[in-house]
């Protein structure tokens, strides 16, 4: 007999939340440093190969920060489900920003530090509490004006501003009130 959506949404709720943003964390790092250390034409292969890995990173994290997201021995839960939906969400969003890379490649890291960072919407609606609301937001605020800013430096400035989101983000979820 399945749960009901209430104990399903607490115990999906209680979770770390450790994983998957570290994982993007470290994506957009790398990005960040390739920017920095590589021609842009390089950086673009960087920024693809990266953030098309979160998920398959998140999953090998997951295993060092307890959440185990490949572990079959733990019960469903139908917030686990909606979420893989929001990160399919993340991924077919590349339609939108591969035909803008085509006519400007330095529109990739705007495109996909906005469109990827959507994901958290829901998921402050699943958890019932800001941080969501907060990543996704700030994110997409401080991309479009240093997209504006530093047009010479689009690779470098947004993937360390969403870094440095990323960072906030993980200390208000493991401060936060369960």
């Known amino acids: 007999m399945e749960k009901p959506l209430e104990s399903q949404q607490i115990e999906f709720s209680n979770r770390k939340f ?7 964390m470290i994506a957009w790092l790398l990005v960040g440093i390739s920017g920095l250390l590589f021609p842009d034409r390089i950086t673009v292969w960087v920024l693809f190969i990266a953030t098309g890995s979160i998920v398959y990173l998140a999953l090998f994290i997951s295993k060092f920060t307890g959440e185990n997201f490949l572990d079959k021995t733990k019960p469903k839960n139908v917030f686990d489900k909606l979420f893989l939906y929001t990160v399919a969400q993340s991924i077919l969003i590349y339609a939108i920003a591969i035909p803008f890379f085509v006519l400007d490649h330095t529109s990739l890291p705007l495109s996909v530090g906005i469109l990827t ?8 609606w699943i958890i019932k509490h800001w941080v969501g609301l907060f990543h996704a937001t700030l994110r997409t605020i401080l991309i479009l004006c ?3 800013a530093f047009p010479d430096h689009r690779f470098v400035v947004i993937p360390f501003s969403i870094v440095s989101i990323y960072v906030v983000t993980m200390i208000i979820l493991r401060n936060r009130k369960i």
Not at 18 to 24: D, H, K, Y
Not at 117 to 124: D, N
Request: proline residues 11%.
């Open 18 to 24: 450790l994983a998957t943003p570290l994982s993007g």
């Open 146 to 148: 240093l997209w504006y």
């Open 117 to 124: 960072g959507t994901m958290w919407l829901p998921f402050s």
